[in-house]
T-cell receptor
Framework: DTAVSQTPKYLVTQMGNDKSIKCEQN?????MYWYKQDSKKFLKIMFS???????INETVPNRFSPKSPDKAHLNLHINSLELGDSAVYFC??????????FGPGTRLLVL | EDQVTQSPEALRLQEGESSSLNCSYT??????LFWYRQDPGKGPEFLFT???AGEEKEKERLKATLTKKESFLHITAPKPEDSATYLC???????????FGAGTRLTVKP
């Protein structure tokens, strides 16, 4: 009965590869998010998305793209992975602009 | 630019030793201030939302308060299981995004 789930939990890959991280929420929320937590544990918003609007943090490289097949899913695609992309990525969801609930995170390591 | 600063960066307490964590903010049009708890290897877990100065919320040993410039998370008689990183975040009327502080890493020794 996990509210926000992510797969995979761990992802180890080579530089230059393309990878995807999946996120699903069963809370019935209409807005989903992707955050990046760096080695200093600082959480920073990457994207917020609902069925009307995608808001992109201007600092996010265009190698990152969110894809939402439906309201309960927001996947994160990363092209041409770089060493600096290594971090923990968290998905979150909320109803409108309400409290955000987070998934367990995906630990990405780029070698 | 909106800013959120948490202090101290790390805090070590003995079991039963009460203390407070601080979150100071400078934002335009505060919509809400959020406290989360994050355990190692896990996602942030929601604790409280505060919307206006003077508001207080409590849950077990935790109590969150809010002024126009800062929020405090008071921990009364902490236990080792309260050990975690506590994150503060602010949301403004400009957008839905939350801006997080760097967190306070709390360790409670038995």
């Amino acid at each position: 009965d996990t509210a926000v789930s992510q797969t995979p939990k761990y992802l180890v890959t080579q530089m230059g590869n393309d990878k995807s991280i999946k996120c699903e929420q069963n809370l019935g929320h209409d807005t989903m998010y992707w955050y990046k937590q760096d080695s200093k544990k600082f959480l920073k918003i990457m994207f917020s998305y609902n069925n009307k609007e995608l808001i992109i943090n201007e600092t996010v490289p265009n190698r990152f793209s969110p894809k939402s097949p439906d309201k309960a899913h927001l996947n994160l695609h990363i092209n041409s992975l770089e060493l600096g992309d290594s971090a923990v990525y968290f998905c979150a969801s909320s109803q409108d602009s309400g409290t955000q609930y987070f998934g367990p995170g995906t630990r990405l390591l780029v070698l | 630019e909106d800013q959120v600063t948490q202090s101290p960066e790390a805090l070590r307490l003995q079991e039963g030793e009460s203390s407070s964590l601080n979150c100071s903010y400078t934002v335009s049009g505060l919509r809400g201030l959020f406290w989360y708890r994050q355990d190692p290897g896990k996602g942030p877990e929601f604790l409280f939302t505060l919307y206006s100065a003077g508001e207080e919320k409590e849950k077990e040993r935790l109590k969150a308060t809010l002024t126009k410039k800062e929020s405090f998370l008071h921990i009364t008689a902490p236990k080792p299981e309260d050990s975690a990183t506590y994150l503060c975040a602010v949301q403004t009327y400009n957008n839905n995004d939350m801006r997080f502080g760097a967190g306070t890493r709390l360790t409670v020794k038995p």
